[in-house]
């Protein structure tokens, strides 16, 4: 089946780096997008950071010159290099692949990885 896995997730001080991975936990696929998205209980899902399959990323304002977003191997892995992290950051961390473009796309989410950030 095509899905997704996220890891490195885990507890973090406040300033502190932390990495998110994505891979595929069944078969191969390609992705037009990956992403990352994050969670609060009680939210809405919201975007963290994309890249596109032209190279293209988009980040959200809150992320901008702190989290790095990188396709590994450019079509279905992806990591989120998170510095500088805020207790505010403290969400659940969803891996996002979209096969397909437009409307039509398959987006497919992984269970998701818990980043805390406290002291």
């Known amino acids: 089946q095509v899905e997704v896995v996220e890891s490195g997730g885990g507890l973090v001080q406040p300033g502190g780096s932390l990495k998110v991975s994505c891979a595929p936990g069944?078969?191969?696929?390609?992705?037009?997008?990956m992403g990352w998205y994050r969670q609060t209980p009680g939210n809405e899902r919201e975007l963290v950071a994309q890249m596109f399959s032209d190279g293209r990323i988009e980040y959200a304002d809150f992320a901008k010159g702190r989290f790095t977003i990188a396709r590994g191997n450019g079509k279905n892995t992806a990591s989120l290099q998170m510095s500088s992290l805020k207790p505010d950051d403290t969400a659940v961390y969803y891996c996002?692949?979209?096969?397909?473009?437009?409307?039509?796309?398959?987006?497919?989410w992984g269970q998701g990885t818990w980043v805390n950030v406290s002291s």
């Open positions: 069944g078969r191969d696929f390609d992705a037009s997008v």
């Open positions: 996002n692949a979209d096969i397909g473009n437009g409307p039509q796309a398959l987006r497919i």
